[in-house]
């Protein structure tokens, strides 16, 4: 009895930490939710607008990034191509606000609430009417279906998940490595197509080109199982736990799939974007409600973590033979110690 209780000590501690690190990883990020360096446009006469920089001083806000437009119009164009997540335009009828729910619903809420602290008259800007208040401009819209952007934020859970599942099982089955790799594309494949369905002509929740949608998915997908593939390949069952631990605790919660890499924690929004879960959420962001406009980073973040798998996967036998060597030696040693 004695002995049983001993040795389950060990795993329960284990487990235990575990449940606490996931947790931990998943609530710190959005306890510490703010702006860093978020992009925010600003137009109107010149006087207008740095009495509006200004305000934003005042109000706290020195996290915004805040950059002159000519006008509306090209405010307009760079939330389009998502270069900002929203602007400030200052005119005769008082200031609007200009924002992007589909590009982050909860940047789009808390310009929102900054609307509401804005003056409502600008030195330089003719005089609003009298009980003008700021006008919200939701430019580009979530889906009705999807308002809030919660089923899109949840949605990569799985796909994730599904994507190292399908690395560590194709890695654990006898299959030759041509085979395996084989597999793992087919398998990104399928899911791009499946999972497309579900979210776009299903649930309504993606919108856009679907075989753009598609190919993002596949993506995503491809990089995440292939990474586990590679590192299975050089690394062993280590490699499983490696990639599972840099994938899960880390690429999820610094995705920015229910907020935006600018309101993560300063410097963690910039590691979520170069881990596949954070850049599929941007590419397929980019693509299902921007035309593309701000995919190619992500997209080449995802097809160099996919490449880094197959070359992985592609190491020299006699590199894998000397690992599994080195290895065995070891076990060998403390057997016989």
């Known amino acids: 009895m004695r002995h049983s209780l001993a040795a389950a000590t060990g795993p329960v501690?284990?487990?235990?930490?575990?449940?606490?690190?996931?947790?931990?990883?998943?609530?710190?990020?959005?306890?510490?939710?703010?702006?860093?360096?978020?992009?925010?446009?600003?137009?109107?006469?010149?006087?207008?607008?740095?009495?509006?920089?200004?305000?934003?001083?005042?109000?706290?806000?020195?996290?915004?990034?805040?950059?002159?437009?000519?006008?509306?119009?090209?405010?307009?164009?760079?939330?389009?191509?998502?270069?900002?997540?929203?602007?400030?335009?200052?005119?005769?009828?008082?200031?609007?606000?200009?924002?992007?729910?589909?590009?982050s619903p909860a940047v789009a809420q808390a310009l929102g609430a900054m609307a509401r602290e804005l003056p409502?008259?600008?030195?330089?800007?003719?005089a609003p009417s009298p009980?003008?208040?700021?006008?919200?401009?939701?430019?580009?819209?979530?889906?009705?279906?999807?308002?809030?952007?919660?089923?899109?934020?949840?949605?990569?859970?799985?796909?994730?998940?599904?994507?190292?599942?399908?690395?560590?099982?194709?890695?654990?089955?006898?299959?030759?490595?041509?085979?395996?790799?084989?597999?793992?594309?087919?398998?990104?494949?399928?899911?791009?197509?499946?999972?497309?369905a579900v979210l776009q002509p299903w649930l309504g929740v993606l919108t856009g080109n679907y075989l753009a949608a598609v190919a993002v998915v596949a993506a995503a997908v491809a990089a995440i199982a292939l990474s586990l593939i590679g590192l299975f390949t050089v690394l062993g069952v280590?490699?499983?736990?490696?990639?599972?631990?840099?994938?899960?605790?880390?690429?999820?919660?610094?995705?920015?799939?229910?907020?935006?890499?600018?309101?993560?924690p300063a410097g963690w929004g910039t590691l979520g974007a170069l881990l596949p879960p954070g850049a599929a959420v941007t590419a397929l962001r980019s693509t299902a409600y921007f035309a593309g406009a701000g995919s190619a980073a992500a997209l080449i973040t995802l097809g160099c973590w996919a490449a880094g798998g197959l070359l992985l996967a592609a190491a020299p036998r006699r590199m894998t033979s000397a690992r599994r060597k080195t290895a065995s030696e070891t076990q060998a040693v403390a057997q016989a110690a």
């Open 13 to 103: 501690l284990a487990l235990s930490a575990l449940i606490t690190v996931l947790v931990a990883a998943f609530a710190w990020p959005t306890a510490q939710t703010g702006p860093h360096d978020l992009p925010v446009g600003i137009t109107g006469p010149a006087p207008a607008v740095e009495h509006i920089r200004h305000s934003l001083d005042t109000l706290g806000d020195s996290s915004i990034d805040a950059s002159t437009y000519r006008d509306r119009a090209a405010a307009v164009q760079a939330i389009e191509d998502r270069d900002i997540y929203g602007a400030i335009v200052v005119s005769a009828t008082g200031p609007e606000i200009l924002t992007a729910s589909a590009a």
């Open 120 to 126: 409502s008259a600008s030195p330089g800007a003719p």
């Open 131 to 196: 009980g003008a208040e700021p006008v919200l401009t939701d430019v580009v819209a979530t889906p009705d279906a999807d308002p809030h952007g919660a089923v899109f934020g949840l949605s990569l859970i799985p796909m994730a998940i599904g994507g190292l599942l399908t690395g560590a099982a194709l890695s654990l089955l006898p299959l030759g490595r041509a085979t395996r790799i084989g597999a793992a594309l087919a398998v990104a494949c399928i899911t791009g197509f499946t999972v497309t």
């Open 238 to 264: 280590p490699g499983l736990g490696i990639g599972a631990a840099i994938l899960i605790p880390l690429g999820i919660p610094l995705s920015g799939a229910m907020s935006a890499p600018e309101l993560l």
